[in-house]
């Protein structure tokens, strides 16, 4: 499985490095205030630019992070509690909490019941292993980072502005 997931890094950095070739911005920094549709974030420079989508959600807002945690769930939950208030259909795609280890299950199952308390469908799935968001079928983040998780400091995230891609990425999460 190790190997496995090595092989899925380099394929993952190396399409990173072409995305940079074809005029993709790699941000580092949060202070810079560039456009950031088609961007490339690390896991320190996304959350400012990722809240601020979804607190501007209009429609809709799915995510799929396999993984979640209480610091990523309580980051982002007032705000999610918001667009909910607000009428904005939320989805989380995230692995079942009996797929964790056995002294993390009933706190894993604390924050779905919390999440879905707050307004979230939450689609618990097995084998799961996309890491993206799509803002509003149009907007989509990603990449390796559990967005309601601890991110390492080796993930990264792509920004894009694209429907079809959007439309592709909601197909391969909602697959059964």
Do not use: C
Not at 77 to 100: P, W
Request: proline residues 1%; negative net charge; without cysteine.
């Amino acid at each position: 499985m190790d190997a496995h997931i090595r092989v899925l890094d380099k394929m993952y950095y190396k399409r990173l490095r072409a995305y940079k070739k074809i005029g993709y911005e790699i941000v580092m920094n949060e202070a810079e205030k560039k456009q950031e549709t088609n961007a490339i974030f690390d896991s320190k420079s996304y959350t400012s630019v990722f809240e601020r989508d979804v607190a501007q959600a209009d429609t809709e807002i799915v995510i799929s992070s396999p993984g979640i945690g209480a610091k990523g769930v309580s980051r982002i939950l007032k705000t999610l509690e918001e667009r909910h208030d607000s009428g904005v259909k939320i989805t989380l795609l995230t692995l079942s909490a009996d797929n964790y280890p056995q002294e993390r299950i009933e706190k894993t199952k604390g924050l779905i019941t919390e999440l879905i308390e707050s307004g979230v469908t939450v689609l618990e799935k097995t084998g799961m292993h996309e890491h993206f968001a799509v803002i509003d079928r149009k907007i989509v983040w990603y990449g390796s980072v559990n967005l309601l998780s601890n991110a390492k400091e080796e993930d990264g995230l792509m920004r894009v502005k694209s429907k079809e891609i959007a439309q592709e990425l909601l197909e391969i999460g909602f697959l059964e």
